[in-house]
């Protein structure tokens, strides 16, 4: 799944420069070799010999909406897990919920894995070894531990609320809770933010030019868990009390989001272009920065001043430009990056860092 640097094909390779033949040092013509071959393919912008630099990506929609859910589910494991370590009686009894929410936001992500690696029946082959330092060996492995738990531990407070009878329930309550907690919340933050890591891994100008996008997905991953979370919070009656808590971690993870991905930009230089001013600029500004980032702070903000019946309407929509505002970010990067490609001085700029 990574993008490679293109070398031509054995048996094809470029004809030499004039004065470049044997006995000649490349040198001899008064430029180098690599600087002559570029400037004679279009200064840099053609790729060399009109052979593009890097490889289109080929992934198709299922990445970034297992970039999406993956995130969403982790960042609701984490909020859930905090209201039980730290919040009131009615936090944990109305957050303990964000458990059912992370479990059904994994359970499509492995067949949306699965899917895309194109022969589904080797998927397993991915799990046959352990790498930690491999962003997708990591994150399978990650997803692969993660799932289980997050339907252990709704499972658990099902028991609790008296959704589950007989033996299922007598099993449920045999879960170690704060073990499970402890556990999940660590491989959350690693699916949360490993996702932004495998991009970076690849050649991809848009992906790669900045260490942040690791950052960048972890801090919108717990925006949009602690937003779905708030969501079901509001749907449910909860106390204002605890939706105004709900909405503080909320707003702290926007900030954080919106403060990374400054970051990330300014660091990727021209390299953003095709997110900032491409085609995928309306989805990115409009969509992840503003409905996403901007536009929920400053409904929290209202909200704080507001009536019980006007805090749950904006705690509602304040959580939807979030949650929508999340899939918009990863889309609109995921996108762009492909065009990102294409851009063959952006590449050469790249190899150059």
């Known amino acids: 799944m990574t993008g490679g640097n293109f070398s031509p094909p054995r048996g094809n390779s470029p004809p030499p420069l004039a004065g470049e033949g044997p006995g000649l040092p490349a040198h001899a013509s008064g430029a180098s070799a690599p600087s002559e071959r570029l400037r004679r393919s279009g200064g840099g912008t053609q790729g060399y010999y009109d052979y593009p630099v890097v490889r289109r990506p080929v992934w198709t929609w ?8 993956g995130g969403l589910g982790a960042g609701a494991f984490v909020t859930a897990s905090l209201a039980q370590t730290f919040g009131s009686a009615d936090d944990r009894r109305i957050a303990a919920d964000g458990f059912y929410v992370a479990a059904a936001a994994l359970l499509p992500c492995a067949p949306l894995l699965i899917g895309d690696l194109g022969r589904p029946d ?48 007598a099993i449920a309550q045999l879960v170690p809770r704060r073990l499970t907690e402890v556990l999940g919340s660590f491989l959350s933050l690693t699916l949360a933010g490993y996702s932004g890591v495998l991009l970076g891994a690849t050649n991809v100008p848009l992906w790669a030019k900045s260490k942040l996008l690791g950052g960048v997905f972890m801090a919108s991953a717990l925006s949009s868990g602690s937003a779905a979370v708030s969501l079901q919070a509001a749907r449910r009656g909860a106390p204002e009390a605890t939706l105004h808590r709900l909405a503080t971690l909320e707003s702290a993870a926007s900030l954080g989001e919106m403060a990374i991905l400054t970051g990330y930009l300014v660091q990727s230089g021209k390299a953003a272009r095709p997110l900032t001013t491409g085609r995928f600029a309306p989805a990115f500004w409009l969509g992840a920065v503003f409905a996403g980032g901007l536009l929920p702070l400053l409904l929290h903000g209202v909200a704080r001043r507001g009536h019980s019946r006007t805090v749950r309407s904006l705690s509602t929509a304040a959580a939807m430009c979030s949650m929508i505002g999340s899939l918009a970010l990863r889309w609109s990067i995921f996108e762009a990056g492909k065009d990102s490609s294409e851009d063959q001085s952006a590449s050469f700029d790249l190899s150059k860092a």
């Open 62 to 69: 299922e990445v970034p909406a297992y970039f999406w859910l």
């Open 122 to 169: 080797r998927f397993h082959h991915m799990l046959r070894i352990f790498k930690p330092l491999s962003p997708m060996n990591l994150g399978a492995w990650t997803l692969t531990g993660l799932t289980p738990l997050a339907f252990a531990r709704g499972a658990s407070h099902a028991a609790d609320t008296g959704l589950l009878h007989g033996p299922l329930r």
